[in-house]
Nanobody, 118 residues
């Protein structure tokens, strides 16, 4: 099916920037909308941003709107540019994809840790 691998996480000071990447492999022709989610310790996983197959439609959580930008290339990769990072952005970030005829994100990466220090 589809495998998703995140990269680009790390430690950054508040106000700094990071760029996350998600590389997809496998049956990517059946991969449609993709998104980023995050989960901090003791909190539920939350939606961050999503993008459609053509890259013409994007959606953002209110907490990141104006600071984060989601994008994808014409191949298999998706990105999340994170600017003006805040300590509350600290979480494990997951790449997800809708594969096949589904309205749910049914494939997930292993996650990459983002830590923002004050």
């Amino acid at each position: 099916q589809v495998q998703l691998v995140e990269s680009g996480g790390g430690l950054v000071q508040a106000g700094g920037s990071l760029r996350l990447a998600c590389a997809a492999s496998g049956r990517t022709l059946m991969m449609y909308r993709m998104g980023w989610f995050r989960q901090a310790p003791g909190k539920e996983r939350e939606f961050v941003a999503s993008i459609n197959r053509s890259g013409t439609s994007t959606d953002y959580a209110d907490s990141v709107k104006g600071r984060f930008t989601i994008s994808r290339d014409n191949a298999k990769n998706m990105y999340l540019q994170m600017n003006s990072l805040k300590p509350e952005d600290t979480a494990r970030y997951y790449c997800a994809a809708r594969v096949g005829a589904t309205s749910e994100y049914n494939f997930w990466g292993q996650g990459t840790q983002v830590t923002v220090s004050s």
